[in-house]
């Protein structure tokens, strides 16, 4: 069965480091999403992302943050200047186009920031 | 704003008991509602979803889950549980329109032997 696939599993950096958490989605899907979770907190959306643009974000993702689908396969999160309160629990999800609208999320990388 | 609701942080049941897990839902339309799953150490699993058709939705491990509009509800059942269901589990609901899924804050099911 297809699935999201994310690296690394763990990604441990220092403050103000910058660090590119990497996707990938379900071959055929169109749809992209970023979301963390803090721990002991709930599931948080960050960003989604279509036809190579950011469609939705939330007021977490600002400037610090950006996206990039590189090539056909991969997605990527990039934080330019990391903080301690990055230190989360990072999902990527995707979705197709059908209408049950339904994202498929990956395993996860944690990202500790010390 | 759109957001949703699982009350209880924390529930325990049985082996072999039921399973109820609520949800309850804000939004003046009906919204497209999911039951997320997650282990320990992984990520989130669907376990079923609500798309406006079927009230009743069956979802994968015995599952089910009913939309009841007038409770702006979408509570988590299975009539029997199992010792692999002890995990957390999400309630999400996606707005028409909208991308992003709201998730609730999470019920930590345990079962007891």
């Known amino acids: 069965e297809p699935e999201v696939t994310q690296t690394p599993s763990h990604q441990v950096t220092q403050m103000g480091q910058e660090v590119i958490l990497r996707c990938v989605p379900i071959?055929?899907?169109?749809?992209f999403y970023w979301y963390r979770q803090i721990l002991g907190q709930k599931v948080e959306f960050l960003v989604s992302f279509y036809n190579n643009e950011i469609s939705e974000k939330s007021e977490i993702f600002d400037d610090q943050f950006s996206v990039e689908r590189p090539d056909g396969s991969n997605f990527t999160l990039k934080i330019r200047s990391t903080k301690l309160e990055d230190s989360a629990m990072y999902f990527c999800?995707?979705?197709?186009?059908?209408?049950?609208?339904?994202?498929?999320f990956g395993p996860g990388t944690r990202l500790t920031v010390t | 704003a759109q957001s949703v609701t699982q009350l209880g942080s924390h529930v325990s049941v049985s082996e072999g008991a039921l399973v109820l897990l609520r949800c309850n839902y804000s939004s003046s339309v009906p919204p497209y509602l999911f039951w997320y799953v997650q282990y320990p150490n992984q990520g989130l699993q669907l376990l079923l979803k609500?798309?406006?058709?079927?009230?009743l939705v069956k979802g994968i491990n015995g599952f089910e889950a009913e939309f009841k509009k007038s409770e702006t509800s979408f509570h988590l059942t299975k009539p029997s549980a199992h010792m692999s269901d002890a995990a957390e589990y999400f309630c999400?609901?996606?707005?028409?329109?909208?991308?992003?899924?709201?998730f609730g804050t999470g019920t930590r099911l345990t079962i007891i032997p």
């Open positions: 609500y798309t406006s058709a079927a009230t």
């Open positions: 999800a995707s979705r197709g186009q059908g209408g049950g609208y339904e994202q498929y």
């Open positions: 999400a609901v996606r707005s028409v329109g909208n991308e992003k899924l709201t």
């Open positions: 071959s055929n899907h169109l749809y």
